[in-house]
């Protein structure tokens, strides 16, 4: 049977397959061992994996990341979130088809007592952030435990296929983020006050100033006397008709399935948002072999950076700016989506939707701070400090560095004047690195038509510049010196290639005239190599704006193992030479839209709110013009929020519909948070010691 | 403004009565400090509904109670959630036996529908309970669930829809009084002039009875509850353990209408006080018992954990009445954890009282409840 697997990948390792056999509904099949329930049946080509018990409706993937329970199959006679468990052999697969039935026979049950522990300071998350305070706690030796649920460290950068952004000395500007995971996950081990454990939920932060914590399933209770909230973000999803279609979710929980497990969750991807998440992601698609339809952001030009989408235009994904989704279509799963143009004000303007074939639909669309820690910390009397997107939303480079900031702030704290104050440059940094993109400028005018010259295609200042780093002549300098301010070429370039291969944008390119002015040869850095090339074959070459400038045979392919990356060149006409930014990898025939736009004929008030508990936008709407503005009684009512995930997924969007219907952000009530962070069996709280 | 009534607390005791004299065409205000109804204990109540009690006073009240939820859906058009799942309190030892069994004479004699079923029978009844040493159970199939979310909408609606005026976020500081009589009705927002003000204030009774010198015995104490992920129907009634473990007194879960267990224990020593943050040693006390008497459970997933009061009276039973140094204010409060059961009930009772309306099983119903009794006695499961 046909397995949708990620076989070649241009950066990740695929590892040998050791497969076991399982089934499904019945059916027998294989899988990689221990993989991820949910992962084997998307190899498998299954995407929905039960259906609702309230509306009958297909549920499948969709946080992958143990918050929801949309996953959920019954694996062995036990409802479980597929996502978070591991496959075991010859394993009994069932979609979940309406509520589970309570497994009846179970073994008997050991208690145990639950393992208390104490430690001076408790990092929850292994992120760039919680890894780069548990160093500086490391360094100054303060007692300190970090806490990832993952099974490995590195948070969302384990996911990070691509080169990053900032500056080589303080968050390893174009290195891959997986291998900066890896890196500062390794350099933690020498600090021997640091205790790190993997597999490990925070599930609350009691009033007694325990922290109940599951590790490997079992029980703990945890006494901090401080805690550093490092515990990332949540994406946010969005209202439409349609959304409560499986194969919608967000970027989150497809880079965990396409770049941590190998598995195709999709053939044709459509991407809603434009910000460096969406951009990123649709990259990360093509180097996994799929297909990106496009991608619709809302604004008339991407949140993300400008280097990301000249680079995904380029590839052949065209990027609609103001534009929006309209709805997802299709029976159970997507099967098309349409999008519309968009108003200033974001109002659709009719006549300009369009449909796109497309069997997954990604919602990037922004991340909004974890703050439950935060708030149950300060509601339990433990001093807490966050860090990370959980401070603030920005890039990795950013919570490497504001991670750093807090670890010293703590370390500070706890030792007092034997720790170094904090430099106030660093600060300085730290605004950077969290800086949104500036300004968009022109091209350098270089008039010098010999030699090699580096075309530097980023236009948009940026807190980025390991090429003005690596440049063996320094003759690539920021224009006033600043990490935020454009790379300009300033000298004598000897065409070695370093800056093209250290680029995260992949926008720099060299014009060599040195063999002929009149067809320079025009060298571009390439990382897309599932889609390989070779010498001889045609590429349509692109500008920056992703216009076509013609198609031109490949000279010379000169791969780079370390950067897993390559330079291919072309010769060109001098007159194009410098508009080539890169050539284009996908078929326009993907993006092609469908001959007739579908547009629903149903209100937009049909779309779900709270995709646990299937309550429309409808219903909530009808609450807020009665009067209510608080999401207690909203949840009260409707029970939205009362799901598995706990609000997580709609409480933004209620908000958003307050703020749509006029109510300001200050009159609106929040929901009231509980414990616990995740769903959790019963026999777990008793049991202490565990299975 | 002058109301002829205000009633202090939407809440499960203030709501009904609020509604229900609305309806009988009086101009009612609900004043609360809460954003919104039932926001106080009534939304941490766990749903259960019985008038299997002891004593003539809360069977009476709750047996209107059952019968109003009951016919809720078909009269007024809401779903409240409302299932007759019964209740069950299982027995493992003999002095329960005993205890349950002596009860259950009194309870037939008010007329109540509740067996003795042997263990066996029992275990039909909730598949999987833990057999060894299981002596019997009782069982009273009229008794109940319903949501108390949806109830509280439901009564806030009706009584929106009925006239009533809630102000919300308005706590009550004062109450002023001449002669024996309460004037007027104070809050940081403006002052309301009433005929009659009822205190069904909850967890603030007694502040709110200090401020016409009356000394109402309400003191909460805190209990934690929790709820899992919902699984197809697989027990019954609410079951109901008395017996006590290190840490506990009894504690009870049941299925409700979604699927979700909802279970609750009472601390032991009682924790005085109102907090409202969650501790770390519920969930291990609470699922350790639960999963000892009843095996299956342990695969269930928790979901939410909650903690609410109960506000006390030293006997366990409501006090209910007219206050002694104003003759216009009643107060309905210290319902020891009950108010949900009892609101409805009780607040066509209040409606009662307030139009001087009463029968005389109202006034056999008050004399339990009365605010001047000496409190020695003990409720039998309070």
């Known amino acids: 049977m046909k397995q949708f697997r990620i076989e070649e990948h241009p950066i990740l390792e695929v590892p040998v397959l050791d497969m076991i056999s399982f089934y499904f509904n019945g059916e027998k099949m294989q899988a990689r061992r221990a993989e991820m329930i949910s992962s084997a049946l998307i190899a498998n080509g299954i995407n929905v994996f039960g259906h609702h018990h309230k509306d009958g409706s297909a549920q499948g993937i969709f946080c992958a990341n143990g918050q929801c329970a949309k996953c959920t199959v019954i694996a062995n006679g036990i409802a479980v979130k597929s996502c978070m468990t591991p496959l075991v052999e010859n394993m009994i697969v069932q979609s979940a088809e309406g509520l589970p039935t309570l497994a009846e026979e179970v073994e008997p049950m050991e208690f145990k007592p639950i393992e208390e522990l104490e430690c001076e300071v408790l990092i929850i998350g292994g992120g760039p952030a919680g890894l780069s305070a548990a160093t500086e706690l490391g360094k100054h030796g303060v007692d300190t435990l970090l806490i990832d649920d993952k099974n490995a460290l590195g948070g969302k950068l384990v996911l990070q296929t691509h080169k990053f952004f900032g500056s080589e000395a303080d968050s390893r500007a174009g290195t891959r983020g997986h291998h900066i995971g890896q890196i500062l996950a390794e350099e933690l081990k020498q600090y021997p006050s640091v205790t790190t454990w993997v597999d490990s939920t925070a599930l609350f932060v009691f009033s007694d100033q325990k922290v109940g914590i599951l590790k490997d399933g079992v029980y703990k209770l945890v006494s901090p006397r401080r805690i550093l909230n490092a515990a990332g973000a949540r994406e946010k999803f969005l209202r439409f008709p349609g959304n409560k279609l499986a194969r919608i979710y967000g970027a989150g929980a497809f880079q965990t399935l396409v770049n941590r497990d190998l598995v195709r969750p999709t053939e044709r991807l459509f991407i809603i948002g434009g910000g460096n998440v969406g951009l990123i992601a649709g990259y990360h698609a093509l180097q996994a072999g799929i297909e990106v339809v496009g991608l619709a952001e809302a604004m008339p030009s991407c949140g993300g950076y400008k280097v990301h989408a000249d680079k995904l235009s380029r590839f052949g994904v065209p990027v609609h700016t103001s534009h929006s989704i309209l709805c997802a279509n299709g029976n159970e799963t997507v099967e098309s989506i349409t999008i519309t143009q968009v108003d200033k004000n974001f109002r659709a303007i009719e006549g300009t939707e369009k449909t796109y074939a497309c069997d997954t639909i990604l919602i990037a669309v922004g991340l909004d701070s974890l703050s439950e820690f935060t708030i149950e910390a300060e509601m339990a009397g433990i001093p807490v400090d966050s860090a990370g997107d959980a401070l603030e939303i920005a890039e990795a480079s950013s919570a490497m560095f504001n991670g750093k900031i807090a670890g010293l702030k703590i370390a500070k704290a706890m030792k007092g004047e034997s720790v170094e104050d904090i430099p106030e440059s660093w600060y300085a940094k730290a605004e950077v690195l969290k800086a949104h993109p500036g300004a968009i400028k022109a091209y350098q005018e270089i008039l010098d038509e010999s030699g090699v010259i580096p075309i530097i295609h980023c236009l948009q200042e940026i807190p980025c510049n390991p090429c003005t780093t690596v440049c063996p002549t320094n003759s690539i300098k920021t224009e006033d010196g600043s990490l935020f301010a454009l790379p300009r070429y300033t000298g004598s370039c000897i065409g070695c290639g370093k800056c093209l291969l250290i680029c995260p944008g992949l926008a720099i390119t060299l014009v060599d005239y040195r063999k002929d002015p009149q067809t320079p040869i025009v060298t571009i850095a390439y990382e897309i190599m599932n889609m390989s090339l070779k010498v001889g074959d045609k590429r349509m070459l692109m500008d920056i704006e992703a216009r076509e400038l013609g198609e031109f045979e490949v000279l010379a392919v000169v791969p780079y193992v370390k950067q897993n990356t390559q330079l291919v060149r072309f010769a060109v006409p001098a007159g194009i030479a410098r508009k080539v930014a890169g050539f284009r990898v996908q078929d326009p025939q993907v993006s092609v839209a469908l001959e007739e736009a579908i547009v629903p004929d149903r209100i937009s008030d049909e779309a779900m709110i709270c995709l646990c508990e299937r309550v429309t936008v409808g219903e909530v709407r009808a609450l807020i013009r009665k009067g209510i503005n608080d999401l207690n009684q909203i949840k009260a009512i409707t029970r939205a929020g009362m799901g598995p995930c706990g609000a997580k997924t709609c409480e933004v969007l209620i908000k958003s519909l307050l703020r749509e219907e006029g109510i300001p952000v200050t009159d609106v009530v929040p929901n009231t948070k509980r414990p616990i962070f995740i769903e959790v069996p019963l026999g777990t709280f008793p049991a202490g010691g565990g299975k | ?382």
Not at chain 2, 297 to 318: A, C, H, I, S
């Open chain 2, 1 to 382: 403004m002058t109301y002829d009534v205000i009633v202090i607390g939407a809440g499960s005791i203030g709501l009904p009565a609020a509604l229900y004299l609305a309806e009988k065409g009086q101009k009612v205000l609900v004043l609360d400090p809460e954003h919104g109804p039932g926001q106080q204990n009534n939304k941490k109540a766990i749903g259960g509904v019985r008038a299997t009690h002891s004593d003539f006073g809360k069977i009476s009240v709750c047996l209107r109670s059952i019968e109003i939820f009951r016919t809720w859906h078909e009269e007024r058009g809401d779903d409240i959630g409302w299932m007759d799942n019964g209740y069950s309190f299982p027995a493992y030892r003999e002095q329960d036996v005993k205890a349950l069994q002596a009860l259950m004479r009194i309870q037939h004699g008010y007329g109540l529908n509740i067996k003795w079923l042997s263990a066996g029978e029992y275990q039909a009844l909730v598949p999987g309970i833990l057999m060894d040493g299981l002596l019997g159970s009782t069982y009273s199939p009229e008794d109940g669930s319903c949501s108390p979310l949806l109830v509280t909408n439901a009564f806030y609606f009706h009584a929106v829809k009925a006239g009533v005026e809630f102000r919300f976020q308005e706590a009550v500081t004062g109450i002023k009084s001449e002669h024996g009589i309460a004037t007027e009705v104070i809050t940081k927002k403006g002052s309301y002039k009433a005929g009659m003000i009822l205190n069904t204030a909850g967890n603030d009774a007694r502040e709110i009875g200090a401020m016409i010198n009356d000394d109402l015995k309400v003191f909460p104490d805190n209990h934690e509850a929790g709820i899992t992920e919902p699984v197809a129907r697989f027990f019954g009634p609410m079951v109901v353990d008395l017996r006590k473990a290190p840490g506990s007194a009894n504690f009870y879960f049941y299925q409700n209408i979604e699927g979700q267990v909802v279970f609750c224990i009472t601390p032991d020593p009682p924790i005085l006080g109102i907090d409202n943050r969650s501790t770390s040693e519920f969930l291990p006390i609470c699922s350790k018992r639960m999963i000892e008497i009843y095996p299956r459970l342990r695969n269930l997933k928790v979901r939410r954990t909650w903690r609410g009061q109960y506000p006390m009276t030293p006997d366990g039973f409501p006090i209910v009445g007219k206050s002694l140094n104003a003759e216009n204010v009643i107060h309905a409060v210290g319902m020891c954890g009950q108010g949900f059961m009892l609101g409805p009930g009780m607040g066509e009772l209040l409606s009662r009282m307030c139009l001087n309306e009463t029968t005389d099983d109202d006034l056999r119903v008050l004399q339990s409840f009365d605010p001047q009794r000496d409190f020695s006695a003990e409720e039998a499961f309070k």
